[in-house]
Nanobody, 124 residues
């Protein structure tokens, strides 16, 4: 599976962005999908995950209530709607795919496929 993330950019604090991650080359509906983020010198941080059907989601405490993960299996795309953005949300955001279809929180090394990352910058 190849993943292509997009939608990042520069936004003021309190604003919103929607990230997209388009998949190709596999059966998208089999995969559990997730978003991570990373800042320089830090480990990749789990943000959110969604099950193969979209019926189950998991969020990091730092984004719960502000971010929403969703997917459209017909379009082979997973989304991350980010509202009430804060400067500390500034990072490169990555999408990832796990072939077991689950939505539970897991370490980054348990995901088999990764997108290339998209930069999100939140100004104060």
């Amino acid at each position: 599976v190849q993943l292509q993330a997009s939608g990042g950019g520069l936004v003021q604090a309190g604003g919103s962005l929607r990230l997209s991650c388009a998949a190709s080359g596999g059966t998208f509906s089999y995969y559990g999908m997730a978003w991570f983020r990373q800042t320089p010198g830090k480990e990749r941080e789990f943000i959110a995950a969604i099950s193969w059907s979209g019926g189950a989601t998991t969020y990091a405490d730092s984004v719960r209530g502000r971010f929403t993960i969703s997917r459209d299996n017909a379009k082979s795309t997973v989304y991350l709607q980010m509202n009430s953005l804060k400067p500390e949300d500034t990072a490169v955001y990555y999408c990832a795919a796990a072939p077991d279809g689950g939505s539970w929180r897991r370490p980054s090394n348990e995901y088999d496929f990764w997108g290339q990352g998209t930069q999100v910058t939140v100004s104060s």
